[in-house]
């Protein structure tokens, strides 16, 4: 799934934006997501240019929700016709919007737009086999049940969807944080506290950052969520 402007690089006849993505992809490592590589990215790939590649906005729509500008993430995926999708291409757009519509209490249109896409999402899931996505797609799926107020079904998902692997397991640290989200949107100050301190917990554990910023980025991730963000 997108994470990383080097998962854009073309072949030999993109030397130029190859080049242009090293210097995107360095500056991600270093600084990790913000705001400012949004716009830069967006200014330099996306807006007002001809012929945009999907791949291009569906990463900047990952970027935007990463740092919870959930508006502008929407905004950008909305250029896109989803109908010329497939692939890995189409299933990280189906994640991104499912994250918006979860995330921002759109419901009635989450439901809707699973309903259209959940097939492909379970098929293309069970052809990868990847941890990665199983995660993803259940926690999206999740946050939009949470956004429809069934609290019990997005648990159901975000329990049965993967079995921790131990004190560095990444989709285990993001189920938690999930599960922090929905227990702020339930107003259960009780549960919100424990599912906080579990997911606190477990990050103070984690040693398997890949980055010097990723730390804060999931500190952070955790106290948005316990707000309801």
């Keep these: 799934m997108y994470s990383n402007p080097q998962q854009l690089k073309g072949g ?9 993505l090293d210097q995107f992809s360095a500056t991600l490592n270093i600084n990790g997501y ?9 200014e330099m790939f996306v807006d007002d240019k001809k012929n945009v590649k999907p791949c291009d906005i569906i990463f900047l729509a990952s970027m935007y929700n990463k740092v919870g500008d959930y508006e502008s993430a929407a905004f950008y995926l909305d250029m896109i016709d989803d ?3 497939s692939g890995e291409e189409k299933f990280c757009y189906c994640y991104e919007k499912l994250i918006i519509y979860g995330k921002k209490g759109r419901g009635s249109e989450g439901d809707l737009f699973r ?34 107020k069934r609290y019990a079904e997005a648990f159901t998902l975000l329990k049965k969807c993967y079995k921790p692997t131990g004190r560095n397991d990444r989709h285990f640290l993001n189920i938690l944080i ?7 949107k339930m107003d259960d100050m009780a549960e919100l506290e424990e ?11 984690f040693s398997a950052f890949e980055y010097d ?17």
């Design 12 to 20: 030999l006849m993109s030397g130029a934006r190859n080049k242009i």
């Design 34 to 42: 913000s705001v400012e590589f949004c716009q830069d990215f967006a």
């Design 83 to 85: 109908k010329k999708l």
């Design 115 to 148: 309903g259209e896409h959940i097939n492909f999402m379970q098929n293309y899931v069970q052809k990868k086999n990847d941890p990665e996505y199983i995660v993803n797609m259940f926690i999206a799926l999740a946050l939009v049940d949470c956004a429809n």
């Design 178 to 184: 999930s599960a922090v989200f929905v227990y702020a």
């Design 195 to 205: 599912a906080s301190n579990n997911a606190r917990k477990y990050l103070k554990t």
């Design 213 to 229: 910023w990723e730390k804060a980025y999931y500190l952070k991730r955790i106290e948005d969520a316990e707000n309801g963000k």
